[in-house]
């Protein structure tokens, strides 16, 4: 059941309006059944895995809190190698296999090759565990209490709006939620309407028309070149950026009807003036994980200057890895770990400017930076990642751009013009903020407004979320 | 509550307004278009006051290569870009229903499209014409169980056409549109490194069996020209620098239009010497610029004669 669907919106009506006729005390199981059948509609057998891990780490959560000593990092290891060892498993067992093969081929050894797993991957798996993750820590840091109600922990990690896409919420924001007893709200449920309807409109008229763009130009890469393929990539930074983050805004939105607070997820990061700071600005919720998880972990800044260099390359590289199983996202993450050294290195970023055109030049070298990693995140393989990258710095004809279909291209324009308008001098300003009720008419026009805008120019046959497959 | 309900309720109420009103508008917008691959061009054809003898129908490869003055009759091309044998057939239905059925019908189709994928997202740009034609309101229904929602707002007939519709809109008013609906790539000196370059793209492989859906609407098609009264002769286009090789797919296909008497001719198999290996006369690997239209429409109107001296 995708977000962007009329079966979604059915769904959420249905749900919204059921959670608040029905007492407090029966909300969690609605909710929980909510979610598992909103699960369910993707591939119904895999929520007995999401069972698995929430049975171990409510267990492990309990025993951590419980014990004494050796006994508590135990419970935690068993519980991260369960989670780890379903990932592992489902996302990372083919690309193991397939390097495996391709050494076997290249040593010229005559054995035969190992078997590759016919299997999907679980919807939004590498969300789901490194929620559940984040909850064993905590209370294994003592930053959390361990949930003794098995259903408000399920409800935790199954929460339908946050289950396959994120934002990967932390325990301490939003267990305690589940227990407070909401009270329908105008203002919340108009300025959660309100979010819904941008996200709905940042994925289905901007993303998924650059989408067409896009994949066309990629997909046809050998016969294009030059500014083509550059501007195929801007597009791209914009399409998996609206694409997620209108993900993020329809989530956000949808608990916040009903009384939820979720974390913010992405702040402009396009108009980071350093990868630093968009990394700050970038899927919030990943990148903090890594952060307090595996950063931190690591030892951070605390262990000397080559060192921090090395953990940030590492959390880096372990980030791509998470995105997916595939050299790619080893290299996109990689670069973004050498962007972060270096500037860690540098410090030049770190000058703090108001002239204006320094602080543009800051932004445009940043996205552009930004812009060669999406080309590892968007190719199929690392050869035609290189191929891109080869054909893109051809000189030959480098300023013919390559339009498609005008009618297409027109509306991505005119799309993306109402993006940058909406947030450069609202969003940019305001925050948040702007989603709040300010007055009636505001709202109406908001929510009128952009609804007229989804149905003459969205894309009524788009593609699936791009971060469903993590 | 009350607050929230008011702000629903007076949104709701806005929204269908302005859907509606929107929709007369664009309706307005539409039907007085005449130029255009939105719905113009069939305007056009439709509100010409006599049905040319002979049209052309298919892709872009029959759009910015076949040239109607290169034929005996006065011929109209009406081809659209980009679109497979669905909007074809979705189109007919409509001409058949406007009385606008011409005497022969020059088909161009890619035989990879009837052994391959499915292809029936096409007829989304016959939107217009839901609840006003029957197979096209069906075969839009179809596509999701729930594409009749979303045409109960009048606007989503234009749904992703807005701007271009204003364009040609715009077009019309500003100039009188009076052609033979064919489009000229005219040649430029880049034309040969282009063409030369795009070879670095390989051609898919068509696959060997029929996709039984997509021969359906090609079936559809002639069935309904023969109702008619209307000859059907089906074509390919050739493409720079490739032959093509026959396999089961392939053969089934010819021996099904063989079987129902429909001639075929197919330039990727029965070369045109002029045309091959001449980099300049070619756009793109797939498209011919006006100089090569020239040439490939000559031989299409020879080969077309002939087939047509022939006794039935």
Redesign the interface.
Known sequence: MLFN???FALFFLVVTIVFFLIPHRFRWIHLLIASCVFYCAFVPIYILILFFTILIDYIAGIYIEDAQGAKRKLFLTISLVSNLGVLAFFKYYNFFIENVNALIQTMGLQVHEVPYLNILLPIGLSFHTFQAMSYVIEVYRGNQKAERHLGLYSLYVLFYPQLVAGPIERPQNVLHQFREEKK?E??E??SGLQQMVWGLFKKVVVADQLAIYVNSIYN?W??N?GFTLLFATYCFAFQIYCDFSGYSDIALGAARVMGYRLMTNFSLPYFSKSVTEFWRRWHMSLSSWLKDYLYISLGGNRVGKWKTYRNLILTMVLGGLWHGASWNFVIWGFLNGIYLSTEKLMGTFKVQTTSFLLRLGQVFVTFHLICLTWVFFRANSFKQAIGILTNMVQP??FW?LRIQ????F??MT?AFAILIFVEFFLIRKQGEAIFNMRS?AW??TW??GF??LI???????GDQFIYFQF | ????S??FL??VV??IV??RS?GLLFDYFYKHTKTG??GGKINYYLSLPKTPEWVVMGNSRALYQIIPDSFARPTYNLCHA?MHQIFQTGLLTEMEKQGKMPPLILLHIEPGEFLGEQFN?DI?NLKYYHSKNEWITRELNV????EQ??FL?A??R???????LM?NYIQTMRAPYASNGYMAIEPTF?DS??TI??L???LPVAAENMNEQQWNYLNEFIARCRKNGTQVICFTSPIYSYHQKSNPGIQELESRLQKLQVPYINYLKKDIPALQLKASLWK??HHLNHTGAQIESSVLAKDVDEILRQPH
């Open positions: 669907s009329i079966q329908f105008s203002t449920a108009v046809n050998e016969v070149n030959i004809q013919n279909d005008t009618g297409i027109a509306g005119f009636m709202s109406v929510l009128v609804a007229l149905i003459l120019f969205g894309v009524s046959d | 509550m009350r607050k929230f008011l702000i007076v949104s806005l929204l302005c859907d929107l691959q939105t980009g997202r989304q596509l999701s169980s729930y929602v979303k707002f606007c989503y234009y749904n992703g056409r807005v701007i271009s364009k880049t490194a282009t370059y795009s670095q793209q390989k793109d690997r």
